[in-house]
T-cell receptor, first 114, second 114 residues
Framework: QQQVKQSPQSLIVQKGGISIINCAYE??????FPWYQQFPGKGPALLIA?????SEKKEGRFTISFNKSAKQFSLHIMDSQPGDSATYFC?????????????FGTGTLLAVQP | NAGVTQTPKFQVLKTGQSMTLQCAQD?????MSWYRQDPGMGLRLIHY???????DQGEVPNGYNVSRSTTEDFPLRLLSAAPSQTSVYFC?????????????FGQGTRLTVV
């Protein structure tokens, strides 16, 4: 079963627009929710992460919104640029026991058109 | 500082052959893991290790073995390769086995089984 569900599968945004990617999780023991960015031919790299004690975290143009009651979190990319074109993965992890492993969503391929 | 190093970068195997994918990190990280990446499936966890001498199964462990004899190395073994194991494999490491810290990924190994 898929513990972290991600949508959409692909996204096309115009330069300067807002890109929004959504994720939902099932296990309430998860307490760490990172987003990873992957360029073609490279390994994923951490973009931004949030813990459930806050509802929002912003780093530059990238913002995570977190809704603990709905078990959902999303990535917003403001003023999207062609250089943001990449695959984005959400993930979730707990601490100890069966949840002590980083579980990824299926990814979103973002294309920002100039 | 090399980070996470995977070898080889590319490999073609015949069905039934065995091989070992190498992964080494020089950051003294406790936690190491192996993922496979397939189109539309995201990154799926194969095996992980929370420290030397300790390994556990992830989401898709069948057909793969691992061991962790040192902190630095975490090889992934395919005992009898099958076409279904054609994929891109990523090794990742993070600092602490229980704390939710950033996962650093290698560049990946693209494996084709014919």
């Amino acid at each position: 079963q898929q513990q972290v569900k991600q949508s959409p599968q692909s996204l096309i945004v115009q330069k300067g627009g807002i890109s929004i990617i959504n994720c939902a999780y099932e296990n309430t023991a998860f307490d760490y929710f990172p987003w990873y960015q992957q360029f073609p031919g490279k390994g994923p790299a951490l973009l931004i992460a949030i813990r459930p004690d806050v509802s929002e975290k912003k780093e530059g143009r990238f913002t995570i919104s977190f809704n603990k009651s709905a078990k959902q979190f999303s990535l917003h990319i403001m003023d999207s640029q062609p250089g943001d074109s990449a695959t984005y993965f959400c993930a979730a992890k707990g601490r100890g026991g069966a949840t002590n492993k980083l579980i990824f969503g299926t990814g979103t391929l973002l294309a920002v058109q100039p | 500082n090399a980070g996470v190093t995977q070898t080889p970068k590319f490999q073609v195997l015949k069905t039934g052959q065995s091989m070992t994918l190498q992964c080494a990190q020089d950051m003294n990280h406790e936690y190491m893991s192996w993922y496979r990446q397939d189109p539309g499936m995201g990154l799926r966890l194969i095996h992980y290790s929370v420290g030397a001498g300790i390994t556990d199964q992830g989401e898709v462990p069948n057909g793969y073995n691992v061991s962790r004899s040192t902190t630095e190395d975490f090889p992934l073994r395919l005992l009898s390769a099958a076409p279904s194991q054609t994929s891109v494999y990523f090794c990742a490491s993070s600092l602490d086995r229980n704390m939710n810290t950033e996962a650093f990924f290698g560049q990946g190994t693209r494996l084709t089984v014919v």
